[in-house]
Each structure stands twice: as C-alpha cells, then as structure tokens.
C-alpha cells in the first residue's frame, strides 16, 4: 500500500501546485511516471443534476481532432463523491475507469452545478493513463440550451 501511495505522491504534488493557479483545463499522457502535456483544442461539457447526483459527459478533442469521451457521475452527501467514471479514446478505444481525489462543487440550485477537480484516468490494468484537471465549469443541460 505505502509502495502505491509513494509511486501516486509526486503526481498528486503535481496537480496540487498546477491546479493553484491554472484556470483552464489540463490534460497529461503518463508515460513511465513522466506527464507529458496533451494539447486540448476543445472541450464539451454537459450533463444533468437530479437530487443528489450529477451526470457528465465530457467530450476533450486534442491533437488531429482525436477525443476522449469521459462519462462521469457525482454524488453529494454533503461533500462530492466520484460514483461512476468511465473513459473511452477514439485514437485506438482504449477504455477505462476514473478515479478522482479532489473534486470541487458548486451551485445546482438556481442555476446550473459547476464540476471541477483531478480525475485520473486508468488503463485496463488499473495504472493512470493520463491526467486531467478540470477548473470549476458549468455543466449545462443540453436539452435546456438556448
């Protein structure tokens, strides 16, 4: 467990003093333990908060409007819970799940809910992928867009 924890450290440092001051969203390749930055060209965002859970679809599209499609799913009791995470790369479909330390939520009451926070995205074999920091956005319900 502490061999996990130790391996996983420098990366949550990483997010941590990047996350500080970056307001736009991140995306890192893990390749042997070294993040190398994916350059994001655009991102989509929707979803729906009913009661105490919040879905997302997120749609990144980076180099050679390749994408990642990322479906996840909140709980609130009181603080933010990752649920359901799952990730899918047009590149090659490669597939996984997602994990997430640090979530940040707010609104959902009078106007939409706002998601943020670090997600890690695992290969089949449970190692992190890629990375991805995600500034507070709003999630807006694309069946109510004007």
């Not at 105490?52 to 980076?62: A, E, Y």
């Not at 997430?100 to 190692?127: A, H, I, M, R």
Request: aromatic content about 14%; hydrophobic content about 40%.
């Amino acid at each position: 467990m502490f061999m996990k924890f130790n391996k996983i450290l420098p990366f949550i440092l990483f997010f941590l003093f990047f996350s500080c001051s970056n307001n736009k969203p991140s995306l890192y390749h893990v390749i042997n333990d070294k993040n190398e930055e994916v350059i994001i060209n655009d991102l989509k965002i929707d979803g729906k908060r009913i009661d105490d859970r919040t879905k997302v679809d997120l749609k990144i599209v980076h180099s050679n409007n390749k994408h990642i499609n990322l479906d996840l799913e909140f709980y609130y009791n009181p603080f933010p819970q990752l649920v359901n995470g799952l990730w899918i790369s047009s590149e090659n479909f490669q597939q996984g799940s997602i994990l997430s330390n640090s979530l940040k939520f707010s609104g959902g009451q009078g106007e939409p809910p706002s998601v943020g926070g670090n997600f890690y995205l695992l290969d089949s074999k449970k190692d992190t992928l890629f990375h991805l920091f995600l500034p507070l956005m709003m999630i807006y319900d694309p069946l109510n867009k004007l």
